[in-house]
T-cell receptor
Framework: EAGVTQFPSHSVIEKGQTVTLRCDPI?????LYWYRRVMGKEIKFLLH????????ESGMPNNRFLAERTGGTYSTLKVQPAELEDSGVYFC???????????????FGPGTRLTVL | GNSVTQMEGPVTLSEEAFLTINCTYT??????LFWYVQYPGEGLQLLLK?????DKGSNKGFEATYRKETTSFHLEKGSVQVSDSAVYFC????????????FGQGTELSVKP
């Protein structure tokens, strides 16, 4: 079974530019999450999709960030325009819907390292 | 709000040493608790989990016990190996299924031969 994949693995852009990150979850996983780790700090939640619907977007820092999951498969996270503080590693994770018994095991991708200069 | 606090790193140990990485949490209700590990150049992997008080999660020689009375979930291993060098993240989920994870800041472990 293929794992969660993310593209690109690295992105270096200048302040004010636009970047789009992509995540392909594990096939059949209806839950899809985006997280971000900035400069060695804790990994912070950004948002959660259930299929194509946004279940929780409480972690999105501002309206420069736009996430989509058309068709309930892969997801994109667009940052427009990028600012210096957006630099960090963006992780995507997926899990089955309504995992019985609790535990909510999320499977993570390798992350996209974004550097904004 | 819910939060997780981990001991700060980096932690440097010699091979075969005993490892403890402290993790405490603040949460309402009954969260599930997790340890994730990130090996160099890789994504996060679930190391172990516990879903209720007094549960012990274990995997690859690592153990952690869900202690509700002390709100802790400390990670332990009796004898570390060089291959255990990685960043370890403690996390909680406050929903039984599908909830977001709340992470600690991560603890970098370096094991020397």
């Amino acid at each position: 079974e293929a794992g969660v994949t993310q593209f690109p693995s690295h992105s270096v852009i200048e302040k004010g530019q636009t970047v789009t990150l992509r995540c392909d979850p594990i096939s059949g996983h209806d839950n899809l999450y985006w997280y971000r780790r900035v400069m060695g700090k804790e990994i912070k939640f950004l948002l959660h999709f259930v299929k194509e619907s946004k279940q929780d977007e409480s972690g999105m820092p501002n309206n420069r960030f736009l996430a989509e999951r058309t068709g309930g498969t892969y997801s994109t996270l667009k940052v427009q325009p990028a600012e210096l503080e957006d630099s960090g590693v963006y992780f995507c994770a997926s899990s089955h819907l309504g995992l019985a018994g609790g535990g909510n095991e999320q499977f993570f991708g390798p992350g996209t390292r974004l550097t904004v200069l | 709000g819910n939060s997780v606090t981990q001991m700060e790193g980096p932690v440097t140990l010699s091979e075969e040493a005993f490892l403890t990485i402290n993790c405490t949490y603040t949460a309402t209700g009954y969260p599930s608790l997790f340890w994730y590990v990130q090996y160099p150049g890789e994504g996060l992997q679930l190391l172990l989990k516990a879903t209720k008080a007094d549960d012990k999660g274990s995997n690859k020689g690592f153990e952690a016990t869900y202690r509700k009375e002390t709100t802790s979930f400390h990670l332990e291993k009796g004898s570390v190996q060089v291959s255990d060098s990685a960043v370890y993240f403690c996390a909680l989920s406050d929903l039984p299924a599908g909830g977001k994870l709340i992470f600690g800041q991560g603890t970098e472990l370096s094991v020397k031969p």
